[in-house]
């Protein structure tokens, strides 16, 4: 695997946001997709746990900080364009706030 | 499986467009992340091979037309505030432009 440095993110012009995409590391489910700046970013590879920005409520959110439903971060990836995450994690309990495994649970 | 309609799709203001995570069905991998416009929603349904935006190219763009690296859509899913989707595909070669399996091969 190759590496890459926060250097490299291309957190978007006007927002400083890129989107994440957040995958359990057991199941493979793709659980959500969220969003986050460099302070989210930070603290997530920091703290090892899944960080975020919240677009609807304008503010730093740490996944589960009120649910209990958090998540382990194993690994940060990088795509190759460097402007989307991916956050390899073990969920604990629904990632989705439908009480869902995953937020991906309708069919178009 | 629960189900969606297009109408529930919630293309972004502005921009209308979705991000749409690409994951293939048999590794499970998470193989890249792009943008989709309503018309490229359509052309994934009903042909079911990947349609896409290009932000750069700034025109729809069939998943490997150029490179002949398809993707056979399995599924569409669209997750739980309507804002994402998810392309469940059988990958015909790299999915990534420099080669790589997915667009996810660099570690922060």
Same mark, same amino acid.
């Given at each position: 695997? +190759? =590496?890459?440095t926060m250097e490299e993110i291309d957190f978007a012009k006007g927002t400083g946001l890129v989107p994440v995409v957040t995958q359990d590391a057991k199941s493979g489910k793709v659980l959500m997709v969220a969003y986050a700046n460099k302070e989210? @970013?930070?603290?997530?590879?920091?703290? =090892?746990?899944a960080?975020?920005? $919240?677009? $609807?409520? +304008?503010k730093l959110w740490k996944k589960g900080e009120e $649910?209990? +439903? @958090?998540? =382990? @971060?194993?690994d940060v990836l @990088?795509?190759?364009d460097g402007d989307t995450l991916l956050y390899v994690v073990d969920q604990s309990g629904p990632a989705c706030h439908t009480g869902n495994e995953t937020c991906f649970?309708? =069919?178009l």
């Open positions: 695997m +190759n =590496k890459a989210a @970013v930070d603290l997530t590879l920091r703290t =090892k746990m960080h975020y920005w $919240s677009r $609807s409520r +304008n $649910s209990g +439903n @958090v998540q =382990k @971060v194993l @990088v795509d190759c649970f309708r =069919k």
